[in-house]
């Protein structure tokens, strides 16, 4: 995992901003770096096998108890994918 996709994922979670105003009341969000390490690295451990909506469904939902599904996050995992790739694409 390098950083470039660390930062370029957090980029596209920090534009899509799934918590919305709430986002200024989350003290360590660090720009969705976190939640964006995450995403990689259940992009890479699942590979071909992964349902890429679910996994930032997942990975959001649990962060931050939030009520996504995997229609809200077609847009933003598709920009994802596009950014890390053919090494990650699923």
């Given amino acids: 995992m390098e950083e470039k996709e660390i930062t370029e994922v957090a980029d596209v979670l920090t534009q899509w901003n799934p918590l919305g105003d709430a986002a200024k009341n ?3 969000l660090d720009g969705y770096r976190t939640e964006a390490i995450d995403i ?6 699942h590979g071909r ?3 890429p909506e679910q996994i930032v469904v997942d990975v ?3 962060a931050f108890d939030l009520s996504l599904q995997p229609p809200d996050c077609i847009e933003p995992t598709k920009k994802i994918l596009v950014l890390l790739g053919d090494k990650h694409e699923v």
């Fill in 26 to 28: 989350v003290p360590d």
């Fill in 40 to 45: 990689i690295f259940a992009l890479q451990l």
């Fill in 49 to 51: 096998s992964a349902n």
């Fill in 60 to 62: 959001l939902n649990q």
